[in-house]
């Protein structure tokens, strides 16, 4: 009977519903701490949420802030929770579907240190979810598993059914064999994991189809270095022929032999599988576990500072379950591979991310981690994109080929099965910003959506087979028990003998009563003339029959021999087409060897020249920002310079122009207080010496105006502060002299005046669109008490929407000072007339002369007039 193929569930686009789809189901479970006095950082709000808190050294370095962050997940657990109670709701339903035909995928992620290899598989005397795994599925098809070898995996991840026949030659021709075999079921178990699978809950599906027959395959496998290995594959060993290495030498068979990497195939359903893969078909939960901890031994770990055991690969542990329907008798598996199901369980425990300098990695071990955290980084950016595609509605290629991780679990993102994830953390302080990111992740995944898978088509065959066979096998070994022979060999089962004779007439009785007895003899010739003719119409009618069957058989020889020629004639061609093909099927497997070689050599050049693109990015894009950052100095230079240039030059000008009107106000003054001392001399030598002159106190000094000549004065006899005109303004210009209310008048002799101007209490558009210049009188209080008066002045300007804007230039400062050393006397004191009578006959010119009127050159009080009077030394 030639072996049935068999087809996996995992039809793209067909095997799924993409009106209905899930959410990645994502879990979270809390570490307990090491030590009791360690500092937490995670805190279990309720069953759905958590919440992160800085620790106290990490607001430190963040000037002080503190800011905490919650996150929900389909449900928590916490520090306290039982494998089993984690089992029960994340593992037991991806069981419970792989048992009905459909996929699954379950792995654990976070950190070095935060318990996803304990989560997965466990500790003596507690099994994780993995034994947990293996025990329901063996508890729920243990009754209806079948032989061994009656299916059978190929290389293209396909599966073929056998008869009973060819699966017992397989069994024989596999004990002959030198391989190592498979452990058996009653061996003592290794003690080491003795205790991990010794699970007392015995927990099983509820709904399996009991008119099927399972059969359980394992394989394990690690993807370190982003290569992958075949944790199962046993090391060649050959104690006759040598081995060679690479520079042609023998080398002892006691040495290391490297295992050889795997590669990823895709089959005829577009479904990813490590081609070459050791695939060991297991009868029990010990068997399987004990294949698990045969691969497990050969992982890969290493010390870090953060663990002891710390996990360097990524380990993906895959059971599939091969189920049939059984024949309509229920007695022997169907050979019908529409009807043959492979579905298929991966169990990952993914490494945990690290940081270097935390772990202080070298060597190896940083080769490792800078592996561990790119492939982790795929898987991120992976979930991101898909993310964006399902909520933005974008399609953006989602980068599975750049990790071998990824790109082996894409169908199950694809919508070929359903996708949980357990988040596991360590809540110490240490480990705060690594959490962080860890639930940052956690938080994308669980928007990310999964079609539903299609459920299992319906078998055509009546179900309760299995039952109604092993009812039937029961009774027939009762009635054996009972008649202790074969069963239908009573009196009621007759032969066709039996039959035949039965139907010929009866004989009569064939006893002599006496000597004359002439009745009995011939009844009995009579009958036997009877039976001889019957006879001979029988043999007549069976000698025609036997002729008609013999044509018959000759038509049907002949008919069946020109057959058999158009057969063989038509197997000869078959055999020659097939012969072309397997041709053509070796030649194009070389040619697809040579390309996938190539590219992989490409994949790694694009690699290569991917890493150098980004780091001339980067160096471009460094570049470009020390050029902006060294262009935007130079500009805040050059702004920095014309302005320092602007302002010096403004100050000069306005140092300069005050230098020059101080000099010409000094020279005015010199040149008027001359006028006024010739003036004085003048009148003095030509007025009549008839009486003595009074002289005059400094009280009434200041009450009498000083005289003027008509000798030009230094600056205008009306302004306090004369108004600078520009030079670039005509001699026509206009002023607005804006003067708020609260303006309070001064008793200065010289009060300001502007020509030409528009007084104001308050500056409108009107009054300014009338005049060139803007002037602003302000008064306050001084700190000698005394009122300060300050003068701003401006130029008036057009704006582009039509108004006016005032831009000031300058401000001049009024104020009212008494004479430096002097004190004002409320009268004027007695005269000495002794003194006046002695120094009045030669003294009188002199002490006129010496009085003069005279203004300090440069000084801040404007046009403010200062009295001097030295008194001439007598001669002696």
Not at 688 to 710: C, F, G, H, I, M
Not at 804 to 814: N, P, S
């Amino acid at each position: 009977m030639k072996a049935a193929r068999a087809r996996t569930p995992r039809r793209p686009r067909k095997g799924t519903n993409p009106t209905l789809k899930d959410p990645v189901g994502v879990y979270c479970r809390v570490r307990p701490l090491g030590r009791a006095d360690q500092e937490c950082c995670i805190e279990v709000i309720n069953h759905t949420t958590l919440q992160l808190h800085p620790p106290e050294g990490f607001r430190l370095c963040r000037n002080g802030e503190y800011r905490e962050t919650q996150y929900s997940f389909k449900e928590v657990f916490g520090t306290l929770v039982a494998q089993k109670e984690l089992f029960d709701v994340v593992a037991k339903p991806l069981v419970e579907d792989l048992i009905r035909g459909k996929n699954g995928l379950l792995f654990t992620y976070g950190v070095t240190g935060s318990g996803k290899t304990h989560t997965m598989t466990g500790s003596p005397g507690d099994g994780g979810l993995l034994p947990r795994c293996l025990a329901m599925i063996f508890n729920s098809i243990g009754p209806f598993q079948a032989k061994r070898f009656v299916f059978k995996l190929d290389e293209k991840n396909g599966v073929d059914v056998q008869s009973e026949v060819e699966a017992l030659l397989e069994r024989q021709r596999r004990e002959a064999l030198p391989i190592p075999k498979t452990p058996a079921g009653k061996r003592q178990l290794d003690p080491e994991f003795a205790d991990m699978i010794a699970v007392q809950d015995h927990c099983r599906a509820e709904e399996v189809d009991e008119d099927n027959v399972y059969g359980v395959f394992v394989s394990y496998i690690e993807i370190y270095n982003n290569y992958i290995y075949d944790l199962l594959e046993e090391p060649p060993c050959d104690s006759i022929k040598p081995k060679w290495n690479s520079c042609n030498t023998p080398v002892r068979n006691g040495d290391f032999v490297p295992p050889q990497s795997k590669t990823l195939r895709e089959d005829q359903n577009h479904n990813m599988y490590v081609m070459g893969c050791t695939e060991v078909e297991v009868k029990s939960t010990e068997e399987a576990f004990e294949v698990f901890w045969r691969g497990q031994k050969k992982r890969r770990i290493a010390n870090t500072q953060l663990n002891r055991e710390s996990s360097r690969s990524h380990s993906v542990f895959i059971i599939k379950l091969a189920q049939a329907p059984l024949d309509a008798d229920g007695d022997n598996v169907l050979q019908e591979k529409e009807q043959i199901t492979l579905s298929q369980l991966s169990l990952v425990d993914l490494a945990g991310s690290e940081r270097t300098n935390r772990t202080k990695a070298e060597g190896n071990r940083l080769r490792e981690a800078g592996n561990i955290n790119q492939s982790l980084m795929t898987l991120r950016t992976c979930i991101e994109v898909l993310r964006e595609n399902q909520l933005y509605g974008t399609n953006k290629m989602v980068p599975y080929r750049d990790s071998k991780l990824t790109h082996l679990f894409k169908n199950y993102f694809d919508g070929e099965g359903k996708v949980r994830m357990i988040v596991c953390v360590n809540p110490k302080a240490e480990d705060y910003e690594e959490s962080l990111q860890v639930m940052r992740f956690a938080e994308v995944t669980q928007e990310v959506e999964v079609a539903r898978p299609a459920d299992r088509p319906l078998c055509w065959l009546t179900p309760g087979r299995r039952l109604r066979h092993q009812a039937l096998r029961e009774e027939l070994s009762r009635k054996l028990e009972l008649r202790g022979g074969p069963v239908g060999a009573g009196p009621e089962e007759q032969s066709p003998a039996e039959l035949f004779f039965q139907s010929l007439p009866p004989l009569p009785s064939c006893e002599l009563l006496d000597i004359n007895d002439d009745q009995t003899l011939p009844k009995l010739i009579e009958a036997l003339e009877q039976r001889h003719k019957m006879r001979q119409a029988l043999a007549e009618e069976f000698a025609k029959n036997v002729l008609a069957f013999k044509t018959m058989l000759q038509e049907f020889d002949s008919s069946v021999a020109s057959k058999e020629n158009y057969i063989q004639g038509k197997l000869a061609e078959k055999e020659k087409t097939i012969t072309g093909q397997r041709t053509e099927l070796e030649r194009l497997e070389k040619k697809i060897k040579t390309l996938e070689y190539k590219i992989e050599i490409l994949e790694k050049t694009a690699t290569i020249y991917e890493e150098d693109k980004r780091n001339l990015q980067q160096e471009l894009e460094s570049k470009s920002q020390k050029l902006q950052r060294q262009a935007s100095d130079k500009r805040r230079l050059e702004a920095r310079l014309q302005g320092m240039v602007a302002e010096t030059s403004l100050k000069w000008e306005k140092e300069c122009e005050r230098r020059v009107a101080a000099k010409q106000l000094e020279m005015q003054n010199k040149l008027w207080v001359k006028d006024e001392k010739l003036k004085q001399l003048k009148a003095i030598v030509t007025e009549p010496r008839a009486e003595k002159p009074e002289r005059p106190s400094r009280e009434r000094e200041r009450e009498k105006p000083l005289p003027r000549s008509v000798s030009p004065s230094p600056v205008p006899s009306t302004p306090v502060a004369p108004l600078r005109a520009r030079r670039s303004r005509s001699a026509g210009e206009r002023w607005v002299d804006h003067r708020p209310p609260s303006h309070v008048p001064t008793e200065t002799l010289l009060q300001p005046r502007v020509p030409r101007a528009i007084t104001v209490e308050a500056p409108s558009e009107r009054a300014l669109a009338r005049c060139d210049r803007y002037l602003l009188t302000h008064q306050e209080l001084a700190s000698d008490g005394e009122i300060q008066t300050k003068l701003i002045k401006g130029d008036v300007f057009k704006t582009r929407g039509g108004g006016q804007a005032v831009q000031f230039t300058d401000i001049e400062t009024l104020k009212q000072e008494s004479p430096t050393g002097r004190k004002r006397r409320s009268s004027p004191p007695s005269p000495d007339p002794a003194g006046d009578a002695a120094d009045s006959e030669w003294t009188d010119v002199e002490t006129r002369c010496s009085v003069a009127v005279e203004m300090r050159a440069g000084s801040a009080l404007g046009p403010g007039f200062q009295h001097h009077a030295q008194p001439k030394r007598r001669k002696p």
